[in-house]
C-alpha cells in the first residue's frame, strides 16, 4: 500500500536559522504533494504544494523540494522564526495519505 | 481564501450518547469533504470521504454505522458518532476541496470530542 513517512519526528533549530524537514513516500504513481502546518489543538493548514512535473517551488520563505527518483520531499523554511513551531506534515493527494509529522522547535 | 468551519470546537459527552461534529464550507461550494480522526500526537487518519448527494466512501476499519456521514448540501457535511465510547475520544477534523481548488483541500479547526 501507499505510505508517506517523515525521516524526524522533531527538530529544534534557533530563530534566524533555516529548517529543512524531510519526507519520503512509496508511491511512485503520486503526481501531487502538499505540506501542510498544524499547531497544537487546531486543523492544518496549507504551506505549499508541488506537482511531481516539478522538481522545486518557492513560497514565502518556504521551499520544497521534490526528488522523484529517491521518492523524497523536503520543506527548507528560511530565517526560522518562533512562530513556525509546530508539526508538520507532508501529504500525497491522491487521498491525501499523510505522513507522521516532524515537530519544529523554534528557540528564540 | 477558502475557509472551512466546524461545530463545536469541543464537545464532552456521557458514554452512549450521540453526537453530531458539523463541517462548513464558509466561502466556496465544497464538492468532497474529508473526515480525519487524529490521536494525541499522530497523524491525521482518513476515515471517510463524502461527495455532495451521494453515499460516504469509508476507510478500511472504520464503522460506517458507528460514524454516520450526510452530505447533505454544498456547504455542509455532518460526522455522527452514534452510542460514543470512551475509546472514540479523539480530535475530528474535517476538509473540503471545491471545484476550483484543483487538489487543495481546505480543513477545519477540528473538533475536540471527549466520551466520559
Known amino acids: 500500500g501507499e505510505s508517506v513517512g517523515l525521516h524526524l519526528p522533531t527538530l529544534s533549530v534557533q530563530e534566524g536559522d533555516n529548517s529543512i524537514i524531510n519526507c519520503a513516500y512509496s508511491n511512485s504513481a503520486s503526481d501531487y504533494f502538499i505540506w501542510y502546518k498544524q499547531e497544537s489543538g487546531k486543523g492544518p493548514q496549507f504551506i505549499i504544494d508541488i506537482r511531481s512535473n516539478m522538481d522545486k517551488r518557492q513560497g514565502q520563505r518556504v521551499t520544497v523540494l521534490l526528488n522523484k527518483t529517491v521518492k523524497h520531499l523536503s520543506l527548507q523554511i528560511a530565517a526560522t522564526q518562533p512562530g513556525d513551531s509546530a508539526v508538520y506534515f507532508c501529504a500525497e493527494n491522491e487521498k491525501l495519505v499523510f505522513g507522521t509529522g516532524t515537530r519544529l522547535l523554534v528557540s528564540p | 481564501g477558502a475557509v472551512v468551519s466546524q461545530h463545536p470546537s469541543r464537545v464532552i459527552c456521557k458514554s452512549g450518547t450521540s453526537v453530531k461534529i458539523e463541517c462548513r464550507s464558509l466561502?466556496?461550494?465544497?464538492?468532497?469533504m474529508f473526515w480525519y480522526r487524529q490521536f494525541p500526537k499522530k497523524s491525521l487518519m482518513l476515515m471517510a470521504t463524502?461527495?455532495?448527494?451521494?453515499?460516504?466512501?469509508?476507510e478500511q476499519g472504520v464503522e460506517k454505522d458507528k460514524f454516520l456521514i450526510n452530505h447533505a448540501s454544498l456547504t455542509l457535511s455532518t460526522l455522527t458518532v452514534t452510542s460514543a465510547h470512551p475509546e472514540d475520544s479523539s480530535f475530528y477534523i474535517c476538509?473540503?476541496?471545491?471545484?476550483?481548488?484543483?487538489?487543495?483541500?481546505?480543513f477545519g479547526p477540528g473538533t475536540r470530542l471527549t466520551v466520559l
Open positions: 476538509s473540503a476541496k471545491g471545484k476550483r481548488s484543483h487538489n487543495e483541500q481546505f
Open positions: 463524502s461527495n455532495e448527494g451521494s453515499k460516504a466512501t469509508y
Open positions: 466561502d466556496f461550494q465544497a464538492t468532497t
